[in-house]
């Protein structure tokens, strides 16, 4: 069973940047989609980008598109997201999440299939 453990959150002021970790165990990563989500205080789940090397896919949001970047590290097993430019709509809970399947064929707006959740890290913009 695939297990995932998200870090790199923090407070930072708007225009900076962060990098969060996804940390994984316990499975081969290569067999899976990986997403990140976040959800911020009062509000739904929001889907950010997804990846998908087995079909050569990456989406963002929207609302990220060009300032965020997703990425693997097969040799340390750790899916990253930089996060540049944030502003203080980011703020929110990052969540990782993974799935087996055709996932990631589209920008991120269900999480429909990633039955694998982080325990999230917090991410905060503020002056």
């Known amino acids: 069973q695939l297990q995932l453990v998200e870090s790199g959150g923090g407070l930072v002021q708007p225009g900076g940047s962060l990098r969060l970790s996804c940390q994984t165990s316990?499975?081969?990563?290569?067999?899976?989609?990986v997403a990140w989500f976040r959800q911020a205080p009062g509000k739904g789940r929001e889907g950010v980008s997804c990846i998908n090397r087995n079909y050569g896919t990456t989406y963002y949001s929207e609302s990220v598109e060009g300032r965020f970047t997703i990425s693997i590290d097969t040799a340390k097993s750790t899916v990253y997201l930089q996060m540049n430019n944030l502003n203080p709509e980011d703020t929110a809970v990052y969540y990782c999440t993974a799935g087996i399947g055709y996932l990631c064929d589209s920008r991120p707006t269900s999480s429909y299939g990633y039955d694998v959740w982080g325990q999230g890290t917090q991410v905060t913009v503020s002056s």
């Open positions: 316990g499975a081969n990563l290569n067999y899976y989609a």
